[in-house]
């Protein structure tokens, strides 16, 4: 049967972390869903790719807290469907001077996270390997830890294979044709129709959705993702350090960290930064002067590492103006539905991105305040939700 003969329910472009969620939570539910990814799987020209992600309950904004205690749970289920241990338990520690973890505490509060808070000298007890400003204070977030993230995207893949899914990889969507039904068309000269369609293209948002008259305000930034050698091995092992968030770490801008996992006595630790950059043409950016503020940040916070990066990698954030979500319909075209400007916290988030989008695609009403990612909230004189903390 040629490709443009099949009418799916569901067509889902981009294969990340969210579309994959996605694709998988459709199929689960019955739904018949493509999933088209314009490269050969698996790549790392996304934002998906790499071995861990850090997980939390810990945020600023309690939505996203009350989010996570939801997604956990979805994780959980993922894990036994597909008989994968995707998440490690290792907790995760949240530092900053005192006034920025206020929201956080308030969060994991109302939500009834289990947490502790920590003074300078009993963190400097507990964690004689991190070294802080005395005028910090922290917060231990219990249900924290680590997410394996390669071995996320192939089990949700797979799940939503088992489910009766078809995924195609290789089928970069290069036009789309709105209507009742919606036509995809593809660099390989294939046509796909789908009654609705959900664009979930991290970094290439744009490029996709211009062909639908709609651009949205997101910034893709080049963030190298460095790795730092214990100088005594096992100082930073998970049982002796957390993963790791401080919010103010270096001018203002939050770091974040692993414990050595994914290479042997290297432990992973960056800047949540980086240069705005094309994603077709990420290696044309400069990063030097995000690995100078690295190098300063582990020579004065981490005595046993070795303040010299041993690896470097790449990834993509895609971030929006309040580092918000969108998840929301096409101003124009009710079918389509958009999943885009994860800001580089979108990963542990995945199981129920594609919860909301499937309800979404359903007609049922979302259980959160979908104000919060709706598209027109930077609409002139629209409140955006971030004032209503
Ligand atoms: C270094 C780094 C560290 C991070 N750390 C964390 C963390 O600790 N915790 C956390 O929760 N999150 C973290 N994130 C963020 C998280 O990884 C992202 O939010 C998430 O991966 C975004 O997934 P996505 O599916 O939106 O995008 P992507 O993974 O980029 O997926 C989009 C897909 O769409 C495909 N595509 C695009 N255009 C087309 C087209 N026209 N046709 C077909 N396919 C197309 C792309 O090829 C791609 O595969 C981190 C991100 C980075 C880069």
Known sequence: MATEDIIYDVIVVGAGIEGSATA???AKRGQSTLLLEQFPLPHCRGSSHGQTRITRRAYPQAIYSAMMGQSFDEWAILEKESGEK????CGTLVVSPPPMLGLVERGLKVNKAP???LTVPELKSEFPNITLPDDYVALYDYQGGILHADKSLIAFQDQFKKYGGTLRD?????????????TLKTTTGNLFKGRNIILALGPYTNNL????????PLKPIRVPVLYWKEKVAGMYSSDKFPCYID????EGVSIYGLPALEYPGLVKMCLHDGPVVDPNKREVADVSWVRDRMMKYVAQTFPWL????AIEETCIYTNSPDTHLFLDRHPKYENIIIAAGFSGHGFKLAPLVGKILSDLVQGKTPEYDMDWFKISRFDKGGENPSSKL
């Open 306 to 309: 070795d303040p010299v990066p």
């Open 86 to 89: 995707l998440y490690r338990n």
């Open 209 to 216: 959705l211009a062909k639908t008259g709609l651009q949205l």
């Open 247 to 250: 919010r103010t770490g270096s």
């Open 24 to 26: 998988y939570q459709l």
């Open 170 to 182: 290789g089928e970069q969507v290069n036009d789309v044709i709105p209507g009742d039904i919606v």
């Open 115 to 117: 947490y502790r808070s």
